[in-house]
């Protein structure tokens, strides 16, 4: 069964630092995409970053650019977010995601959906 698992997700405050965990089980990461999205109350869900596991390609939102970083550790099958500098409007439920295409943002892309984490940045 394919399953992924979002951790890391609490209250900071802003200029602070947190890094959130996807951990995947049923696949192995190197073959997939996986993408990092976040929906903050009210708004539509945005990508924030993704990265190609095997070939190390990786994206990230405009907003986000500069502050945030994705990695991947195979041996635990996980793929990191490392956030910092964070902002109150960081503040969103994160999902991480997994898609068989490259490079792609889109979440119509991604197949499978983690349950999401709770990110609070408070002012």
């Known amino acids: 069964e394919v399953q992924l698992v979002e951790s890391g997700g609490t209250l900071v405050q802003a200029g602070g630092s947190l890094r959130l965990s996807c951990e995947a089980s049923?696949?192995?990461?190197?073959?997939?995409?996986i993408g990092w999205f976040r929906q903050a109350p009210g708004k539509e869900r945005e990508g924030v970053s993704c990265?190609?596991?095997?070939?190390?390609?990786?994206f990230f939102a405009d907003s986000v650019r500069g502050r945030f970083t994705i990695f991947s550790d195979g041996a635990k099958n996980t793929v990191y977010l490392e956030m910092n500098n964070l902002k109150p409007e960081d503040t969103a439920v994160y999902y991480c995601?997994?898609?068989?295409?490259?490079?792609?943002?889109?979440?119509?892309?991604?197949?499978?959906w983690g349950q999401g984490t709770q990110v609070t940045v408070s002012s």
């Open positions: 995601a997994a898609s068989a295409f490259k490079g792609i943002m889109d979440e119509r892309a991604f197949h499978s």
């Open positions: 049923g696949f192995t990461i190197d073959d997939y995409t």
């Open positions: 990265t190609s596991v095997r070939d190390g390609v990786t």
